[in-house]
């Protein structure tokens, strides 16, 4: 935001400066009390214990048995019932583990028997996610949720990955994503179709330098637009793309390079 600056003549009072004696001092009536009435700040509540738990956490019981089930006098004991002493919280650090996959091999003896050839047979495998790579759809999705939910760049998480076993490279993690983002396409245009058909958008622009892309430097000028649903829908959308513009960005620029059908209001955000 530009502070405005009013320039006035030498012989221009102040309202606000110097002792000039113009509303310079709160006038004083001799009715008013001296008390200034505030009004008190609410407390915010504090939440539970129970509250700041998910519910969608695991719960594990355990009960503390007694060594010996019988009394001072040698009687045997007869449980009635268990008591409540507290409720801890747990960790499970993460851990990486090696999956080598075989697939078993059978063969047929009669029909060997029959042609003399033996007839192997094998169960069928499961497609890798990635072919000729140790990636799996866990690890992947780590990266994903770390780099973009969590906001941790890639080289920032290298250190972690070496330390739980395996020596990544930024160049690996990054092919990932990549070809991941590529399988996952066909989600990211439905969600496009679903958001065009919204009445009302939200939308924002950041500008960026994207490096090797197509048909620019890159020292050119892109944008990041993300577009999402209004709080009021039922059905939650947040709607990310690069997009690259002659002119400067717009909500209609937006709406032409991405959503072509969409013909209803879009709100941008306004940073002062």
């Given at each position: 935001?530009?502070?405005n ?15 000039d004696?113009v ?8 009715q008013?009390?001296?008390a200034t ?8 509540r ?14 594990k ?14 009687h045997k004991l007869?449980s ?9 919280l ?6 990486l ?16 028997l029959?042609?003399?050839i033996?007839?192997?047979i094998q169960?069928h ?12 759809a866990s690890?992947?999705a780590?990266?994903i ?6 906001g941790?760049p890639?080289?920032?998480q290298?250190?972690?990955w ?16 990549i070809k991941s983002?590529?399988?996952v ?5 439905l969600l496009?179709?679903a958001i ?16 090797r892309?197509?048909?620019?430097a890159a ?5 990041m ?10 059905q939650?959308?947040?709607?990310m793309?690069?997009?690259r ?11 032409r390079?991405?959503?072509v059908s969409?013909?209803a209001m879009?709100?941008?955000?306004i940073?002062c």
């Amino acid at each position: 935001m530009v502070k405005n600056q009013n320039k006035r003549t030498p012989n221009q009072l102040s309202l606000l400066e110097g002792n000039d004696g113009v509303f310079s001092a709160p006038e004083q009536t001799g009715q008013q009390s001296s008390a200034t009435d505030q009004v008190p700040a609410k407390k915010k509540r504090k939440k539970t214990r129970q509250e700041s738990l998910s519910r969608h956490l695991a719960v594990k019981e355990t009960i503390i048995d007694l060594t010996g089930q019988q009394c001072d006098q040698g009687h045997k004991l007869t449980s009635v019932g268990k008591k409540f002493v507290r409720e801890e919280l747990h960790f499970i650090p993460a851990k990486l583990y090696r999956e080598r996959i075989y697939t078993r091999t059978y063969k047929c003896l009669e029909c060997e028997l029959e042609d003399g050839i033996a007839h192997l047979i094998q169960a069928h495998t499961p497609a890798a996610l990635i072919p000729h790579s140790l990636a799996s759809a866990s690890v992947v999705a780590e990266i994903i949720c770390q780099k973009f939910i969590l906001g941790t760049p890639l080289y920032r998480q290298l250190p972690n990955w070496k330390r739980l076993g395996i020596a990544l490279s930024e160049a690996t993690a990054t092919n990932w994503i990549i070809k991941s983002s590529q399988m996952v396409a066909p989600i990211y245009d439905l969600l496009c179709q679903a958001i065009s058909a919204q009445r009302y958008l939200q939308g924002d622009e950041t500008p960026i330098q994207v490096l090797r892309e197509s048909g620019k430097a890159a020292t050119a000028k892109s944008y990041m637009w993300v577009a999402r649903t209004v709080k009021q829908c039922p059905q939650q959308i947040i709607y990310m793309l690069i997009a690259r513009y002659v002119q400067a960005p717009s909500p209609q620029n937006y709406t032409r390079t991405s959503l072509v059908s969409y013909s209803a209001m879009v709100m941008p955000a306004i940073t002062c």
